[in-house]
């Protein structure tokens, strides 16, 4: 919307934003209140209806407990607790729901109690029975049908999350029949359960067996084919007959095993090679008797002290003897005779350790050619020994497969000797309670569900309706400031003594008005101000004649114009002479001052229409109205006019351009939205300075704005004055 200055308002169609006004609800309350009373109270009979014809149903409930930790027997009697964690408790507590209601658990009950025998349980839950496929009654196969579909449809069972204990119910006419079929799921739920349990053993030891014949065949051809396989490549394993004293791991053949075996005894021989080789080099530039081994010999060491003896009585004798004595060349033969034997022990000593390191040499590099033959050997054997440890290590996978399937399968005849049950009745049920009908509840239902669709029709009532009813109504769809409201005038009382009382509601509305036009713009109410609606009877006249004496009384020299040229009416309010007035005074034809009158009790001027013209809209096209207008501006303060309806006629748009400014009159709750935008559109085309719009005829009362706005309480209260 644009300022009260400019010439064009903008019409908005939707409001902006959305929100909720509870005064506005209350008020949509109050307009639609027949609507809603009545819907509700249809909707309250109807429920009254259906308590008064509805069969009682009762509800019986046992408690069961649900366990999702199982006891699994196994070997040496130990029991291993398996338990679920997390959202697989959850599904398998889920599961069990799924099997209570299943149509498999309710033929388990059908046939306990045998309640196809006959129709009795149909007639107890209020089914009739159907017919058979020959339509000769209800046969074997149609009756269990219909009662595994009751039972399903009736029973129900609820499971709190995070808890065990689930609570087990079922619906039907008769209080015995309740409490008989839901302790009988109860009992079947643990029974199916136990079955379950035994199936589930007995198939898998029937599993386990075959499994354990596949695997025991499959061991047999592993071996089979390894033992043909080492057979054919001459492969012999030895692992059980060759061990060291150092590795506890021994070769896997023969071939492995000497070449272990020759590797040792080669490293042995290149040990004793090295020993003896530094042995022989360290002796071989000494001198015989310098060879500690020499000198270590006890039979040199016995010679050299025999040698010793000699010489000392060698001495004894030259100290009696003359050297050439016989006895001393005796004795001087003796000691020469043992150096000699002394040298030859001692070479002899020497040649020794020359052939050890010669033997300890030849065996080196004899066993290092057969070792080197016998890592060609085993070269070759461990190339034959792939397919072979392939071969070994399918037999072990099979023999490892069958030990496990044994020993699983022990296991299973072990825990299926003591098959458990994790699932136990809490509480069974004793006494069905009447769930159905409840007439309470029915009826505040029925009263919530008909207040809701009361409400709903009333929206869519107001939604739908376009009509301007309140004004919010016209602030919001319209798009234009609201001026003020009047309220509902009666005809019974002439407009000039409403008028003449100044508290009255009429004077009051407007007196209110007239204060929203001076505030309208900066300089105050425009000079002239014409009043159009977009249909006749909205108000219009009677408001142009109120603010006129609302601004004539706050001191204001006002003229009050009959503008409608085609419809005048306002000298038979004020009860006056329609003479030449607008008409003759625009063509020429009359005087101003001469045709202006002053109504009784009114303080204001007053310038009739005149005469019909032959075509009104000629004199207002032209700029007459506008030399008219600017020739009173200093004679009067404000100038208003009544004009015609907009909507069909091109007189008010053209006389909008011509005023200061123009304020639309619309009655409340007859003018449709769509035609009152209509009218605004053509006023702002002929640019025109819409102020706002002043709400007509509104009854705050019935549109539930009483609270707000108090003027039909004044008005009464004026009359009986």
């Known amino acids: 919307m644009k300022s009260a200055d400019s010439n064009m308002v903008e019409v908005v169609d939707e409001p902006a934003g959305f929100s909720i006004d509870f005064n506005e609800l209350k008020s949509m309350a109050f307009r639609q209140r027949y609507i809603i009373i009545g819907i509700t109270i249809l909707a309250l009979i109807f429920g009254a209806i259906v308590t008064l014809i509805s069969p009682s149903v009762y509800q019986a409930e046992t408690k069961i407990q649900i366990d999702p930790d199982t006891n699994d027997v196994v070997e040496d009697e130990v029991d291993i607790r398996t338990r679920l964690r997390g959202a697989d408790v959850q599904r398998y507590l889920n599961s069990q729901l799924d099997l209570l209601k299943s149509r498999n658990m309710a033929r388990r009950v059908v046939a306990d109690l045998r309640l196809d025998a006959n129709d009795d349980f149909l007639t107890k839950m209020g089914a009739v029975a159907l017919d058979g496929p020959t339509g000769d009654g209800a046969s074997q196969t149609t009756r269990l049908d219909q009662i595994t579909n009751l039972l399903v449809e009736n029973v129900d069972i ?57 695997a025991k065949q499959r061991l047999e051809e592993a071996e089979r084919r390894a033992i043909l396989y080492a057979r054919n490549t001459q492969i012999i394993d030895a692992s059980d007959g060759v061990s060291t004293n150092e590795d506890s791991t021994s070769p896997r053949s023969i071939t492995t095993a000497n070449l272990v075996q020759m590797n040792a005894d080669l490293a042995a021989a290149r040990t004793a090679r090295i020993l003896a080789e530094e042995k022989w080099q360290s002796v071989r530039n000494k001198s015989a008797l310098d060879i500690a081994d020499v000198q270590q010999n006890p039979t040199i060491q016995q010679l050299l002290s025999e040698k010793a003896g000699k010489e000392a009585e060698l001495r004894e004798l030259l100290n009696r003897y003359k050297p050439d004595h016989p006895v001393a060349l005796q004795s001087r033969a003796q000691i020469t005779s043992l150096d000699s034997e002394v040298e030859s022990i001692a070479s002899n000593i020497r040649s020794s350790i020359k052939s050890e390191y010669d033997i300890a040499l030849r065996q080196e590099q004899s066993l290092n050619r057969n070792l080197n033959s016998m890592k060609n050997a085993t070269l070759e054997e461990q190339d034959k020994r792939v397919e072979l440890n392939l071969l070994a290590r399918e037999v072990e996978t099979n023999r490892s497969q069958y030990q496990s399937l044994l020993n699983r399968y022990e296991q299973v005849n072990i825990s299926s000797d003591v098959v458990t049950n994790n699932i136990s009745i809490i509480d069974e049920a004793q006494a069905a309670q009447k769930v159905t009908p409840r007439p309470l509840i029915n009826m505040l239902l029925s009263f919530l569900i008909g207040a809701a669709a009361a409400f709903f029709v009333a929206f869519l009532r107001e939604t739908f309706d376009d009509s301007i009813r309140t004004p919010d109504d016209a602030t919001r769809k319209l798009g234009l400031p609201l001026l003020g409201t009047t309220p509902i005038y009666s005809d019974d009382l002439p407009i000039i003594d409403t ?51 609302s601004f004539a009384r706050a001191g204001k020299k006002t003229l009050l114009i009959d503008a409608d040229l085609r419809n005048p009416s306002l000298h038979q309010y004020l009860n006056v002479k329609n003479t030449e007035g607008l008409v003759g005074t625009l063509t020429g034809n009359a005087d101003f001052d001469k045709a202006i009158t002053q109504p009784e009790a009114m303080h204001f001027d007053f310038l009739s229409s005149g005469p019909m013209p032959p075509d009104p809209t000629e004199i207002i096209i032209t700029n007459a109205i506008a030399r008219f207008i600017k020739s009173l501006e200093d004679r009067y303060d404000h100038i208003v006019f009544d004009g015609p309806p907009v909507m069909g006629l091109a007189d008010s748009p053209q006389m909008s351009r011509a005023v200061a400014g123009t304020v639309l009159v619309v009655e409340a709750g007859r003018i449709r939205g769509g035609q009152t935008k209509s009218a605004i559109r053509r006023l702002n085309d002929a640019n025109g300075n819409l102020l706002g719009v002043i709400l007509s005829k509104f009854d705050g009362a019935s549109s539930g704005y009483g609270q707000y706005y108090g003027y039909e309480y004044s008005y009464k209260n004026s009359n009986a004055r």
């Open 158 to 214: 609820e499971l709190p999350f995070g808890s065990k204990v689930a609570t087990l119910s079922f619906k039907s006419r008769d209080r015995k029949l309740a409490v008989q079929i839901v302790n009988t799921y109860s009992k079947n739920l643990i029974t199916a359960n136990i079955d379950q349990r035994f199936q589930a053993t007995t198939y898998a030891r029937d599993f386990l067996q075959k499994e354990i014949g596949d």
């Open 499 to 549: 008028l003449a009382d100044r508290k009255s509601a009429i004077a009051e509305a407007y007196a209110s008005i007239r204060s929203s036009l001076e505030f309208s713009t900066a300089n105050g109410a425009p000079k002239s101000i014409l009043l159009a609606s977009s249909q006749p009877s909205e108000g219009k006249s009677t408001s142009s004649v109120a603010i006129a004496e």
